[in-house]
């Protein structure tokens, strides 16, 4: 969409609904997060006590009762309704996270304080389920948002400023992304007014962002990397700003770093942006290696049934092994044997020199969209991630993990270029961000970039996000093949 379509006639109509969506969002979330905190409230207490009458329960009563009117002042305090983390992005969970751990305190401390017995037992059950039902909450009314978006709805409209080539990457990305809900409306660069970058007109140069952003009733300014916009001219362009209400976002020309290993640092009148480096080994390392394998046991135990089946099904309906191993490249350039159900034909890698010139996305990853060694059976456990299930044993072992970057083979990464190799900086996963954002219908440049994004922001949080996410792509087997 152009510009265009901002200055014409309906303007008016479109910054009403603008205003009008986000606080019909936010009171969607209040009415969920009553809807959770009554709901805790009342199973805690029916799961921790035989009935309301209880004598000496009051306490506990209380706090059933008062739960939801607490909760959702205590969600706005803790700045789970800032319009800054709403929609996209892991902020909002963790905000949610912490005022669900902050409330369990402050009531662990006032019931001491005043020496009302509440009991332990309760609030263990009644504030974590809350948290439970809360986060799950906002991730189906995140979800419903991504769905408007996706429809063009709900949007925040965005002039960006900066070089044309940043421009144009901005504007794809926001384009292939409509869950962050900010859509490029207009561009103020160097370039003359009138000429198009990515579909997007060129309304005027640096000097103009102030009258460009009137002229578009924008919501946001998204200044790229440029040295004429150095600090004195992007403090007074904040300024000037202000009186429209239209917020800064500012490119710090750092690619895929997130927002928890940032941190601003005042330093001789000056604020640095200090860069924190990623958890690669540590605790927190240490906590993920634990959590992989206990789960991993877990789900081998749960789903050894369907394995078995699996298996059989693949000896009966195809002459070969069950089971296919192949070597793969893992964390440090180690080596180790991933195993899968096989999915092909026994001599599928004696065809792959066949097959090497209909590579359909020119990249060093060798996929194929209709690939004729894979068998009817293949094609269904493939569709549903079910041959990827037997690289828990790998996962149990230590080899992979749950999450991380997809495993290479080892003439893939001969052909990696030096920023690649830092995909080998942590172990290889199950599944990943590359799982949960198209899969195989990924570029191989795309693919890439997740990998990358996610070695440089892992967290545990993350992780879990993640894993979420894979259930549903799996059930869609969307860009499975």
């Known amino acids: 969409m152009t510009v265009i379509d901002g200055v014409n006639s309906g303007t008016g109509t479109r910054i009403a609904v603008r ?53 959702v002042p205590w969600l706005s ?15 909002e969970y963790r905000k949610v996270l912490n005022a669900g751990i902050a409330l369990t305190a402050s009531v662990a401390i006032l019931s001491y304080a005043t020496k009302a017995e509440v009991a332990r037992g309760y609030v263990i059950l009644a504030l974590p389920l809350l948290v439970t039902l809360e986060v799950a ?22 002039v960006a400023v900066g070089y044309s080539d940043g421009v144009a990457d901005l504007v794809r990305e926001l384009s292939l992304r409509p869950h962050h809900g900010m859509e490029v409306v207009a561009v103020c660069a160097p370039e003359p007014p009138g000429e198009s970058v990515e579909g997007v007109l060129v309304l005027g140069g640096f000097e103009d962002v102030p009258e460009v952003v009137e002229r578009c009733h924008a919501d946001a300014v998204a200044v790229l990397p440029c040295v004429e916009l150095g600090g004195v001219r992007l403090r007074r362009l904040a300024w ?22 940032l941190t601003i640092r005042p330093v001789a009148g000056f604020s640095l942006l200090h860069i924190d ?30 394995l078995a089946a699996v298996a059989v099904t693949v000896r009966t309906t195809d002459p070969g092994p069950a089971f296919f191993l192949q070597t793969r490249i893992g964390r440090a350039g180690r080596r180790f044997r991933m195993v899968k159900f096989r999915t092909m034909v026994t001599d599928a890698e004696r065809r792959k020199l066949e097959l090497s010139g209909r590579v359909e996305n020119g990249s060093v990853l060798f996929k194929l969209k209709r690939d004729p060694r894979v068998t009817r ?13 037997p690289q828990l044993v790998n996962v149990l072992r230590g080899e992979m ?11 893939e990464v001969e052909q990696y270029g030096q920023d690649v190799y830092r995909r080998l900086a942590v172990k290889p996963g199950l599944t990943g961000l590359w799982q949960v954002s198209g899969r195989s219908d990924l570029s191989w440049d795309e693919a890439v970039r997740l990998d990358l994004q996610y070695v440089e922001n892992w967290s545990l949080l993350l992780d879990l996000q993640i894993l979420w996410r894979t259930a549903r792509a799996v059930l869609t087997g969307n860009g499975a093949y």
């Open 77 to 91: 305090f803790a700045g789970c309704y800032d319009h800054r983390f709403l929609g996209s992005g892991a902020g």
């Open 277 to 306: 480096h990623p958890e690669l080994t540590g605790p927190a390392r240490a906590a993920k290696a634990a959590f992989d394998r206990v789960t991993a046991a877990l789900l081998l135990i749960a789903i050894s049934p369907l």
């Open 137 to 158: 909450a906002r991730h189906t009314a995140r979800a419903r948002l991504h769905r408007a978006r996706e429809h063009g709805d709900c949007m925040r409209r965005v």
């Open 19 to 71: 205003a009008t969506w986000f606080a019909r969002y936010v009171q969607l979330l209040v009415v969920l997060d009553l809807a959770c905190a009554a709901t805790a409230g009342v199973a805690g207490f029916a799961l921790r006590f035989s009935g309301w009458d209880e004598s000496g329960r009051w306490p506990d009563i209380l706090l059933a009762i008062g739960l939801p009117l607490v909760w």
């Open 240 to 261: 000037r700003l202000e009186k429209f209400r239209t917020d800064l976002f500012v490119s710090p020309a750092l690619l895929d770093v997130a927002g928890p290993r």
């Open 401 to 411: 993990s749950l999450v991380g970057p997809r495993p290479p083979l080892p003439e």
């Open 377 to 389: 059976i293949g094609r269904v456990l493939r569709r549903y991630s079910i041959d990827e299930l």
